[in-house]
């Protein structure tokens, strides 16, 4: 047997009668052959590829072409997060920055001229991402939405929002299924153009979702046309996948979490 079928089939519970919450024995027999690691990415801008795939942000992104990506969805790890290997050097705040700024570089690359990234972040780390992004990308808004989940430790003003920063690789992109551009941002309408603040969409997730899927076909809807290639670098549950099956979109994901990868494989084939 092979290391990576060793690797693959490697029990993923503490306890092996215990499965993830969702996934069933039958799932894990179903999806585990399934699971595509680092080493199983090959393309190039001529051949990419779709797919999920066992990898950090970091090794998953090396990986990907330059210019190659029509929009990316990111919802990186706060640096609170425990035990997290990406993060390198210990969980100290320079040490989150820096790959941050790592990650972000390599999404800069990737990213076509005429594409966008959406980036997911808590109020904490917001004016943080706002600096990091002015040096790779134009900022064209900062959206709030209504997180119900937002982790808050105060004892007052409990917080329930949080912000995604939309960003650009250009002043050339698509919005809304128009081009915007030096000589067409002007013409858009006022009805055309939505509110930055997202209090419409409900702060609670469909069943084994992270997030509310309003949130993400919103995004797809408005920045990227039928067949274009999305990526999540930090997938979690699959949330963007799911969004992207359901509009015709073209996704790749990386997820360093195996429960969560094979959650992941479950709800994008069956949506």
């Known amino acids: ?55 950090n942000c970091l090794d998953g992104l090396r990986k990907i ?8 969805v990111a919802n990186p790890f706060n640096k609170e997060t425990e035990s997290n290997p990406e993060f390198g050097n210990g969980n100290t705040l320079q040490s989150y920055y820096q790959w941050n700024l790592s990650w972000v570089e390599e999404s800069q690359r990737v990213l076509k001229n005429s594409g966008s990234m959406y980036l997911f972040t808590s109020w ?9 992004l002015s040096s790779y990308f134009h900022i064209q808004s900062r959206i709030t939405w209504r997180d119900k989940f937002a982790n808050s430790n105060k004892k007052f003003w409990k917080n329930e929002t949080a912000d995604i920063w939309f960003v650009t690789k250009s002043e050339e992109f698509l919005f809304k299924q128009q081009p915007v551009g030096i000589n067409t941002i002007n ?10 603040l997202w209090l419409d969409i409900p702060g609670i997730p469909e069943q084994w979702g992270r997030y509310p899927q309003k ?6 809807e ?3 046309f039928k067949l274009n290639w999305i990526l999540d670098p930090f997938m979690s549950v699959g949330d963007v996948g799911v969004a992207c099956k359901e509009k015709g979109r073209r996704f790749i994901g990386f997820e360093t979490n195996k429960d969560n990868l094979l959650m992941s494989m479950k709800r994008v084939e069956n949506s």
């Open 1 to 55: 047997m092979s290391e990576t079928s060793k690797k693959v089939n490697t029990s993923l519970f503490n306890n092996p009668m215990e499965t993830f919450p969702g996934l069933t024995i039958n799932d894990l027999n179903r999806y585990l052959p399934a699971l595509r690691t680092i080493k199983d990415i090959d393309m190039d801008t001529q051949n990419m590829q779709e797919g999920m795939f066992l990898a």
């Open 65 to 72: 072409p330059d210019s190659s990506i029509d929009l990316i």
């Open 124 to 132: 904490e780390y917001s004016g943080m991402f706002q600096g990091l």
């Open 187 to 196: 013409q858009l309408n006022n009805e055309e153009v939505e509110s930055n």
């Open 215 to 220: 949130l993400f076909l919103r995004i797809i």
């Open 222 to 224: 408005a920045s990227s």
